[in-house]
């Protein structure tokens, strides 16, 4: 998926589901980011496969590692909007670092289900998660039915608070 936002569906359904025990943006933002690197490589035109060393478990551990030390220091930009939302969280590093982990691996899981250049065990020149076209519309209707879900589950809170609030 270079580049798409269907990673958003399983972070946000997962991301809520588990909200009382995951970083919230933590796990979003660790759904997507990996994608920066497809979105370099395309915007560039650079040299370098479409799903490099940030789409194996070694690359991916590092970028969750660099989300759970910068994240809770950023916290003061995007808390007012969380706090909007009704999703503001008070969790330890461990918890931001466990979302962040979780997030990054799912998406090299999913994507190495997809693509044949993905090394998810890189130095290792070999994907054996790949299943190709042949799961390809799986894949796709899984994570847009999870943004679906997602959504609802975040409306159907939000109408449970207001009905709670009304009490």
Same mark, same amino acid.
């Given at each position: 998926? +270079?580049?798409? +936002?269907?990673?958003?569906? #399983?972070?946000?359904?997962?991301?809520?589901?588990?909200? $009382?025990?995951?970083?919230? #943006?933590?796990?979003?933002?660790?759904? !997507?980011?990996?994608?920066? &690197? =497809?979105?370099?490589?395309?915007?560039?035109?650079?040299?370098? =496969?479409?799903?490099?060393?940030?789409?194996?478990?070694?690359?991916?551990?590092? /970028?969750?590692? /660099?989300?759970? /030390?910068?994240? +809770? $220091?950023?916290?003061?930009?995007? &808390? =007012? *909007? *969380? @706090?909007?939302? %009704?999703?503001?969280?008070?969790?330890?590093?461990? &918890?931001?670092?466990?979302?962040?982990?979780?997030?990054?691996? @799912?998406?090299? *899981?999913?994507?190495?289900?997809?693509?044949?250049?993905? $090394? #998810?065990?890189?130095?290792?020149?070999?994907? +054996?998660?790949?299943?190709?076209?042949?799961?390809?519309?799986? /894949?796709?209707?899984?994570?847009?039915? @999870?943004?679906?879900?997602?959504?609802?589950?975040?409306? @159907?809170? %939000? !109408?449970?608070?207001?009905?709670? %609030?009304?009490?």
């Amino acid at each position: 998926m +270079p580049f798409t +936002p269907y990673h958003l569906g #399983p972070g946000l359904f997962f991301g809520l589901l588990l909200f $009382r025990y995951l970083d919230f #943006p933590a796990f979003l933002i660790a759904n !997507i980011v990996v994608d920066v &690197e =497809p979105f370099l490589v395309l915007a560039f035109g650079l040299q370098y =496969p479409l799903h490099g060393f940030f789409h194996s478990l070694i690359g991916a551990s590092l /970028v969750a590692l /660099v989300l759970a /030390v910068a994240l +809770p $220091r950023t916290s003061s930009y995007y &808390e =007012p *909007l *969380l @706090s909007k939302l %009704r999703l503001s969280q008070r969790l330890s590093r461990g &918890e931001t670092f466990l979302a962040s982990l979780l997030g990054v691996y @799912s998406h090299v *899981l999913m994507d190495s289900l997809l693509y044949s250049d993905i $090394r #998810p065990f890189f130095p290792l020149d070999a994907n +054996p998660f790949l299943r190709g076209q042949s799961i390809a519309g799986a /894949v796709y209707s899984f994570c847009v039915a @999870s943004f679906v879900l997602g959504t609802t589950l975040y409306v @159907s809170k %939000r !109408i449970a608070d207001n009905l709670r %609030r009304r009490k």
